[in-house]
C-alpha cells in the first residue's frame, strides 16, 4: 500500500472510529525493556488512553499487554485476520511517518522523512558518519554496522 493510500485510509478511519488513541515507545524506553516489551507498555498506553474503555481488544502479534482495562486476545497475523487490527496498523504507521517527518527537520543528516526509521542503507551509512542522534536507540545495532560496511 502506498504512503498516499495509508494516509487517505487513516483519515477515513479517524472520521470514523469511535476512538483512536496513539502512542510511541521511545529509544530510551526500547533500551531499557527491549523492543517487544517496548511495545506492549505502549499499546497498553494507547488502550489507557481512549476515551471509551473498550469491551475487547485484539491485539496484533503473541501477547497482550500487561494492565489492559478489557480482555484481549493476541492474534499473530492479526493485521490479515482483523479489519480493526488493519485499520490500527495505518493509523500507526502514517502517524510514525509524520513523526519521523518532523523529526527530519531536526536531524535531517539521517533522512529520517526517507526511511522512516527502518535500516536502509541510506540510514545505516549515515549512522555510521554521524553516529547514533539522541533519538536512536543504543541496543540496536544494524548488521552492516557491526561487520563495517
Partial sequence: ??????????????????????????????????????????????VGALALTPDYALIDGRDVPEGLACPAQALVGGDGLSLSIAAASIVAKVARDALMTRLDAHYPEYGFA?????????????????????LHRRSFRPKALEAGD
Wanted: net charge positive.
Fill in 1 to 46: 500500500m502506498t504512503a498516499e493510500c495509508r494516509e487517505a485510509l487513516s483519515r477515513t478511519i479517524l472520521e470514523k472510529a469511535l476512538g483512536v488513541a496513539i502512542a510511541f515507545a521511545s529509544a530510551r524506553e526500547i533500551d531499557a525493556f527491549n523492543i517487544r516489551r517496548a511495545t506492549l507498555r505502549a499499546m497498553a498506553r494507547a
Fill in 114 to 134: 526517507s526511511h522512516v526509521g527502518y535500516a536502509t542503507r541510506a540510514h545505516v551509512a549515515a549512522l555510521a558518519r554521524w553516529g547514533p542522534s539522541p
